[in-house]
Each structure stands twice: as C-alpha cells, then as structure tokens.
C-alpha cells in the first residue's frame, strides 16, 4: 500500500479570521486524540512527529566540495512545517480523508505529498541494479 507524507502547516502570522480560544484549541486537540487513535487502529499510522520552531533548523549544503552549515530554515518564509504524519493508504483519496480530519481538528493547512520511495531505496531497485 502506498504510503503519504501529510505535513501539518503552521504561520508566525495570526490568522485574519478567527484566533482559536483555548477552549477551543484544547478541543480541537483532544478530537486529534481520536483521529490519531482511529489511524492506529486502522493500520493507517506509521510514524508522526512534531517539529521545534524554524529557529531551530540547521542547513547544511555543499559548496564546491565544502560543507557549509547556517541556522535557520532553507527558505525565509512566514508559513512553516509544524509536524507531520505518514501514513500509509489505498489511495490518494483515502490519504485526503484522513488529512481531512487532521485539518479539522487544528485549523491549519494540510499538505499531502504521496512518498516516491519508502524504507531502504537499494533494495526498491531491485537485483539488477
């Protein structure tokens, strides 16, 4: 079954709608307790993550055969990756309902990106490569 990357979204910027109260926040939390269950349960769940802040990132890059390291993200941006999920799916439609329910739960853009490769790509060539 093919596997899905859903990057959870998040901004420096407030949003010009409506800024969650905490009451809110908590549960939209506690409904992604549930999504978050029901992918466990399903075999949906394969690994998820949250992320520190951009700040923290350290880039690290090859210029003409040295490395060079700088902090901060690759690309100055206001909207950032928070967390992530991969799951693994039928299809793309199946990996969108389950994005669906993630952005439900916290109000911020959900990117889905379908994975090329998973796991040890020698052995995804194959034996004549």
């Avoid at 269950?37 to 040295?66: C, E, K, N, Y």
């Avoid at 299809?91 to 994975?115: H, K, M, N, Q």
């Amino acid at each position: 079954m093919p596997h899905y990357l859903l990057a959870v979204h998040t901004s420096d910027d407030p949003p010009s709608d409506h800024e969650p109260s905490p009451e809110e926040r908590q549960a939209g939390f506690r409904t992604l307790v549930e999504v978050e269950d029901d992918m466990q349960v399903t075999g949906t769940w394969v690994f998820s993550g949250g992320l520190t802040g951009p700040d923290d990132a350290t880039v690290l890059r090859r210029d003409s055969g040295r490395l060079v390291t700088t902090d901060g993200p690759f690309a100055e941006s206001k909207e950032h990756i928070a967390g992530f999920y991969v799951i693994e799916a039928a299809d793309l439609d199946e990996a969108l309902g389950w994005a669906d329910r993630v952005t439900s739960c916290l109000g911020v853009p959900i990117e889905v990106r379908p994975f090329a490769a998973t796991g040890d790509l020698r052995s995804q060539r194959g034996p004549d490569a």
